[in-house]
T-cell receptor, first 114, second 108 residues
Framework: DVKVTQSSRYLVKRTGEKVFLECVQD?????MFWYRQDPGLGLRLIYF???????EKGDIPEGYSVSREKKERFSLILESASTNQTSMYLC?????????????FGDGTRLSIL | GDSVTQMEGPVTLSEEAFLTINCTYT??????LFWYVQYPGEGLQLLLK?????DKGSNKGFEATYRKETTSFHLEKGSVQVSDSAVYFC???????FGTGTSLTVIP
């Protein structure tokens, strides 16, 4: 089975800090994604990546950046954390190529910005 | 643009009741359609999928049929169990489009 591992289940940070969320997948998937999940809003795509060192903006990239230096690892960076970035963050991966491939999700990181 | 509209919840059912969660989509081309489930404290898991019109996806007693004429992919289960309590998401390929989720609670 595909395993997508997010480095922390719960994280508490302060306003203005630089925050790193790490995600690792073990199935050699080309595609990786970062979402945030908020009540009533479902999942919203922040960034995605189709290949190493490649990134594309999703629907809500403002205030975030990403890094993909190795195929298995996709990092989400909050450059200067703000309280409105308190949320559940979900990482996912999928095979490349055909768009009909399902995504595999990590268990999420619940981030609180104080 | 592409989008998914999902039935709002929460939904509360008694055990062994019939479940329907509605999902309609707007898309160009011929997308694949998915249902994901999220149990408390976990990430999303793929429940079932359908890749072309009239396909029926099924898993764990859940079913959904890809209806191109009505642009729908409704999730159904004939007899729900307490263990089915979760949040269900409809999704559209290329995977960037998720519904807002429907919370289901099944009471004994």
């Amino acid at each position: 089975d595909v395993k997508v591992t997010q480095s922390s289940r719960y994280l508490v940070k302060r306003t203005g800090e630089k925050v790193f969320l790490e995600c690792v997948q073990d199935m050699d998937h080309e595609n990786m994604f970062w979402y945030r999940q908020d009540p009533g809003l479902g999942l919203r795509l922040i960034y995605f990546s189709y290949d190493v060192k490649m990134k594309e903006k999703g629907d809500i990239p403002e205030g975030y950046s990403v890094s993909r230096e190795k195929k298995e690892r996709f990092s989400l960076i909050l450059e200067s954390a703000s309280t409105n970035q308190t949320s559940m963050y979900l990482c996912a991966s999928s095979l490349g190529g055909r768009t009909g491939q399902p995504q595999h999700f990590g268990d999420g990181t619940r981030l609180s910005i104080l | 643009g592409d989008s998914v509209t999902q039935m709002e919840g929460p939904v509360t059912l008694s055990e062994e009741a019939f479940l329907t969660i509605n999902c309609t989509y707007t898309a160009t081309g011929y997308p694949s359609l998915f249902w994901y489930v999220q149990y408390p404290g976990e990430g999303l898991q793929l429940l079932l999928k359908a890749t072309k019109a009239d396909d029926k996806g099924s898993n764990k007693g859940f079913e959904a049929t890809y209806r191109k004429e009505t642009t729908s992919f409704h999730l159904e289960k004939g007899s729900v169990q307490v263990s089915d309590s979760a949040v269900y998401f409809c999704a559209l390929s290329g995977q960037f489009y998720f519904g807002t989720g429907t919370s289901l609670t099944v009471i004994p």
